[in-house]
């Protein structure tokens, strides 16, 4: 079976300092890989996807960026965290080629002081 | 361009009371519709989804959607709430137009009393 892993799942950041969040997959080969942050009483929204090894989409113009260095490991990242980039940040993954539903991580909670 | 709208951002029933989430959706393409459930600090749990196979889609832990096209609405039903049912609930559709992208609606918490 399936199964994504999210770390940390809690962090505090200082304003100005850097990021990393990692999330991998296991059980399945060439997955489409997504984050979305949740905002404080809001939905998700997405930020960035992935169909493949060093192939990222970015949904939103923002502070934060993404990689994805094997197949099976998403990473998000900033190089100088915002007081607004505070939120909730989950992963997904959905089957490559056409797979529509998306499985989700347990998130990680960002909060930026 | 997909949209979907979830017409109560708060529901609050009694323990052993049925359970009614509503949503309507706009889309120009056959929808796939989905139902996911987060608990408070945890990621999003698919409860169901419709793909264009039975109208009535039956999910986990006792809830069903039914699609209705002339209605473009598919809301979330159960019997009888449990306690453990008090999460937020989401109502998404995917954009076929655009590689299968998630469109979530705004969230309805779900409140159960005792």
């Known amino acids: 079976s399936q199964t994504i892993h999210q770390w940390p799942a809690t962090l505090v950041q200082p304003v100005g300092s850097p990021l990393s969040l990692e999330c991998t997959v296991e059980?399945?080969?060439?997955?489409?890989l997504y984050w979305y942050r949740q905002a404080a009483g809001r939905g998700l929204q997405l930020l960035f996807y992935?169909?493949?090894?060093?192939?990222i989409s970015s949904e939103v113009p923002q502070n934060l960026s993404a990689s994805r260095p094997q197949d099976r490991q998403f990473i998000l990242s900033s190089k100088k965290l915002l007081l607004s980039d505070s939120g909730f940040y989950l992963c997904a993954w959905s089957r490559g080629q056409g797979g529509k539903t998306q499985y989700f991580g347990p998130g990680t909670r960002l909060l930026v002081l | 361009a997909q949209s979907v709208t979830q017409l109560d951002s708060h529901v609050s029933v009694s323990e052993g009371t049925p359970v009614l989430l509503r949503c309507n959706y706009s889309s120009s393409y056959s929808p796939s519709l989905f139902w996911y459930v987060q608990h408070p600090n945890k990621g999003l749990q698919l409860l169901l989804k419709y793909t264009s196979a039975a109208t009535l889609v039956k999910g986990i832990n006792g809830f069903e959607a039914e699609f209705k096209k002339s209605e473009t609405s598919f809301h979330l039903t159960k019997p009888s709430a449990h306690m453990s049912d008090a999460a937020e609930y989401f109502c998404v559709v995917s954009d076929p137009g655009q590689g299968g992208k998630l469109i979530f609606g705004q969230g309805t918490e779900l409140s159960v009393k005792p």
């Open positions: 992935s169909v493949g090894i060093g192939q």
């Open positions: 059980g399945t080969s060439n997955p489409n």
